[in-house]
């Protein structure tokens, strides 16, 4: 039986490079491209090539087959501290859009019909999430939109690109709706991590009876969803009949807070919650899983704390080798 082939398009990332581990140990050949390597660990693609998607000649030079699966997770992307204070905006929508657009057209053009888009629940209204305790992220309440960043604009465009190309050239579209994604081997210090790594990093490096700084009130809700689950509901609608859009995302919603005192009882310190202004992004956000039950017959269920649980050893661990370091 002929191998299966797969390009993994974001693949020095955080998201990507889990996504080519994956795809290996099911046997895949995959090629990942990425304007860098994976920083934390070798990467597993059997060939992998470092290029600027935003190229259009490079692009093509990259899907020069036919693939069985793309996945088009490459974005210029970050956390809270990237994404919400505005600096960022033009090249997050530039950078972005130009990726997708000529992903997707080359893909086309090599008549590679199966291709997955990492969407974000970002697109979804922020008048749907200002309340913490009640946020709604049901698949259809995406419109009329109002997304609470360019980020979230670019991607709801982005998504509907797609779609076109596969009403108009027959693509086989899967697009799913990330919500939070982390574990180990991400970003935890450069300035684009995401609440989980950055406050495993504020613990690890708080010393005992220290205090950990928390931008807003610490009311605001996320749910967060582990790595692997990701990958399992990505693969899931991959390989499905249905094209989505689907939220990938955990139901299990906590505050900021909450989730500090979670780490904090990881790594058996007591610590003060410092309140200090910063950006936030909405209210409450937390994953409606009815949908991805319904079409998929499965949704995430791993709890939160066991995902943390990992990620804060392996930050612990990055935290003490860069002391060691200095």
């Known amino acids: 039986m002929q191998q299966k082939t797969a390009l993994v398009c974001g693949a020095g990332g955080f998201i990507g490079s889990h996504l080519v581990k994956r795809l290996k140990r099911e046997g895949f050949w995959v090629r990942g491209v990425d ?40 974005a210029d992307m970050g956390g809270a501290g990237f994404v919400f204070t505005g ?19 080359a893909a086309h ?32 309440s ?9 980020y979230g604009w670019e991607k709801l465009f982005s998504e509907r690109l797609f779609l076109a190309y596969q009403r108009n050239h027959g693509m086989e579209v899967r697009i799913g709706r990330y919500h939070n994604i982390f574990g180990p081997e991400g970003s935890w210090n450069d300035g684009r991590e995401k609440a989980p790594a950055a406050l495993c990093r504020k613990v690890a490096e708080a010393p005992e009876g220290g205090d950990v700084e928390i931008w807003g009130d610490g009311k605001q809700t996320r749910s967060f969803l ?19 859009p689907v939220n990938i995302g955990s139901e299990e919603m906590v505050s900021i807070d909450e989730l500090v005192h979670m780490i904090m009882s990881i790594s058996g310190k007591q610590l003060e919650l410092r309140h200090v202004p910063g950006p936030e992004g909405v209210r409450g956000r937390n994953s409606d899983n009815r949908l991805i039950r319904e079409k998929l017959d499965w949704a995430p269920s791993r709890p939160l704390k066991e995902g943390l649980q990992v990620t804060y050893e ?13």
């Open 314 to 326: 392996w930050i612990r661990d990055q935290v003490e080798a860069a002391r060691g370091k200095a």
């Open 226 to 244: 582990y790595v692997d689950e990701c990958l399992e509901g990505t693969l899931r609608l991959m390989r499905s009949d249905w094209s989505g």
């Open 142 to 150: 995406a419109y009329p939109a109002d997304p609470d960043s360019e």
């Open 87 to 105: 600096e960022n905006d033009a090249d997050i929508m530039h950078n972005s859009a130009s990726i997708n657009l000529n992903v997707l057209d």
């Open 109 to 140: 053009r090599r008549n590679c019909r199966r291709i997955f888009y990492s969407s974000s629940a970002c697109m979804y209204p922020e008048y749907n999430q200002m309340d913490p305790g009640n946020p709604k992220t049901a698949e259809d």
């Open 35 to 74: 304007l860098k390597f994976p920083r934390y660990a070798a990467t597993h693609a059997d060939d992998f090539v470092v290029g600027d998607l935003r190229d259009a000649g490079f692009c093509r030079s990259i899907i020069d087959r036919s693939f069985d699966e793309i996945y088009q997770l490459a």
